[in-house]
């Protein structure tokens, strides 16, 4: 699959960055030979064989239903930029 | 041309458990501001997320209460998408292999029954909450708490096998019966634990091929969900009658003004690159689990109804009113346990009791008046201490005031007349002051029998047992 400037410019959307055009030309180039390894080990026959979701040993770990106290509030906003009314202050989001 | 609606829902669910989904943090509403948070549900680098067990249990509760298959084995998914209200930049989702498929759930409409499909119940994290500024000084600001982010959901998908607004509201209704009777969610939709998407289109009657759909976010009634869904589908209509194109969207119901409004601002954002969630291993649920599910599931509404039609001879109505909720079907079997009588209780509970119930909007479990009170207030009225109808006035003051039966009937000097001499008294007196009228019933009036029943009873002040009035009356007027 060839990927086009206009793929990366839609991803770089999705996560919010607004990358130049130079930006844009080089991850495009990258990308592009990121891909082109992947086509080549999709070369291999897999038919027949479980997908891998994890390489650990699945078990069912899981954790009983217990409240375990957290943090402080303070302690939560200490790295915001922005804090008030105990919460993170951020641009107006328009519904 | 005739239309025909298509209608899908998605019905997220709160899990009622104590502690997150993916944390030890804690579940309660109403706290502060991001006072139940930690590094995990804040989404700090590093950390990882281990599973509830009660939640994985919970979801597996209302497969098996809907006739799904439960998969022994589902994945965990990343659902990517930036907004302030997640903290990680995506949601831990299910998406290609969900924990529960193919289930159903049955409605009533119209006395009919309909089997609605249900695609599939997936686990998944909530978002936290955004807070918008009030105040002209705060108007640019949003505030995010993130206290709701990681509460354990379920999110149930309907086949798009719903046509009509009510289908939708019984489908919704029997979802929410069926939660809370399991005990798995509080269904309390005022504080969020249970709302609705609705998937709506319209198709010409007799198309095979499904019109273009929107879809209508969070909607948390059972009278929105109609009215939204019945405005959408009107909405449709009349765009392609005028030779409009539905364009796939997400809508907004404003209950406020009764229509849906398009929300473009989220549009952009419905590429979430789904992929399997790294820090989770597959979750896997094991036959010997399923099984003790199985075991400890509580008897569900539609069985229920059907139990207290045969055990108890009630007609559908009124088992479909009394098995409507939990609480109100124990209390009504605890209230035949002790009085020994199904279709006494059932009058009482249908008439008295739901009507003062529901003028306040009460729920049965703050009921003033318990089985045992009721149980005590039906033997007076059985032994003949007081009448029937002077028992509902009774009734009435021990849910005002908590006393009891017999406390009311003695305060107000309320017991009933079973005394001959007595009423024989009130008797003469009623007959010598309406000659004409007895005159009349010996000449072949058979029917002003009545009258001088009415006539004894309001000279005791409704207390005269009725039954001995009426022989007295018969040997008084015979002879």
Request: negative net charge; glycine residues 8%; aromatic residues 6%.
């Amino acid at each position: 699959m060839a990927i086009t400037s206009k793929d990366v410019r839609h991803v770089a959307a999705l996560a919010r960055l607004s990358p130049t055009d130079e930006d844009v030309e080089l991850y495009t180039g990258q990308l592009q030979r990121i891909l082109a390894h992947v086509e080549k080990i999709s070369e291999l026959d897999t038919e027949g064989v479980e997908p891998i979701t994890t390489t650990a040993p699945v078990s069912g770990r899981m954790r009983e239903d217990v409240v375990i106290k957290g943090l402080m509030n303070e302690d939560a906003l200490k790295n915001s930029p922005l804090s008030a009314r105990d919460s993170f202050k951020v641009p107006k989001i328009i519904e | 041309m005739n239309y025909e609606p298509v209608i899908g829902l998605e019905v997220h669910v709160q899990l009622k458990t104590e502690s997150k989904l993916f944390c030890g943090c804690s579940t309660k509403y109403g706290a502060g501001p991001n006072s139940q948070v930690c590094p995990v549900c804040l989404g700090m680098p590093g950390v990882l997320p281990v599973l509830n067990r009660r939640a994985v249990e919970y979801a597996v509760m209302m497969g098996l209460a809907t006739g799904s298959r439960i998969n022994h084995e589902s994945v965990f998914a990343r659902k990517n998408y930036f907004y302030p209200d997640l903290p990680k930049g995506y949601q831990i989702s299910q998406y290609e292999e969900p924990l529960v498929e193919d289930g159903h759930m049955d409605i009533e409409v119209d006395a009919a029954t309909k089997r609605i499909g249900i695609t599939r119940i997936h686990m998944e994290e909530d978002a936290g909450k955004l807070n918008h500024g009030a105040t002209a000084e705060e108007a640019g600001s949003s505030f995010v708490d993130l206290n709701r982010t990681c509460v354990p959901l379920i999110e149930i998908v309907s086949e798009p096998d719903i046509r009509t607004p009510d289908e939708a509201s019984a489908y919704l209704k029997a979802i929410h019966d069926i939660v809370v009777y399991l005990g798995i969610s509080d269904g309390n939709m005022d504080e969020g634990s249970f709302r609705c998407d609705a998937n709506v289109s319209v198709r010409p009657v007799g198309q095979e091929e499904f019109g273009t759909r929107t879809e209508m976010k969070n909607i948390n009634s059972f009278k929105f969900v109609k009215d939204a869904i019945s405005y959408e589908i009107d909405r449709q209509i009349e765009a392609i009658e005028d030779g409009e194109k539905i364009v796939q969207e997400t809508r907004l119901w404003d209950s406020q003004r009764g229509v849906t409004v398009s929300m473009r601002s989220k549009e952009e954002a419905h590429d979430y690159r789904y992929f399997p969630e790294p820090d989770l291993m597959p979750l896997v649920v094991t036959e010997e689990m399923i099984s003790d599910l199985k075991d400890s599931l509580p008897e569900l509404p539609a069985a229920k109804k059907v139990r207290f039609i045969e055990e108890y001879n009630l007609p559908p109505y009124d088992a479909g009113v009394l098995t409507s909720e939990r609480p109100l079907a124990d209390y009504y079997e605890e209230t035949v346990k002790l009085a020994g009588d199904a279709k006494v209780a059932s009058n009482w509970i249908m008439g008295e009791l739901l009507r003062l119930l529901n003028e306040e909007n009460r729920s049965i479990e703050d009921c003033p008046v318990g089985p045992e009170a009721l149980t005590e207030l039906i033997g007076m009225i059985k032994k003949g201490a007081i009448s029937n109808k002077v028992g509902k006035d009774v009734f009435e003051e021990m849910y005002k005031s908590k006393k009891s039966a017999e406390a009311v009937v003695k305060e107000k000097g309320l017991t009933q007349i079973s005394d001959t001499g007595e009423l024989s008294g009130a008797i003469d007196k009623v007959l010598s002051a309406n000659p004409d009228e007895v005159e009349r019933f010996r000449g072949g009036e058979t029917k002003l029998m009545g009258f001088f029943v009415g006539q004894t009873m309001k000279a005791t002040r409704g207390q005269g047992n009725p039954g001995l009035i009426n022989k007295l009356l018969k040997e008084k007027l015979g002879g």
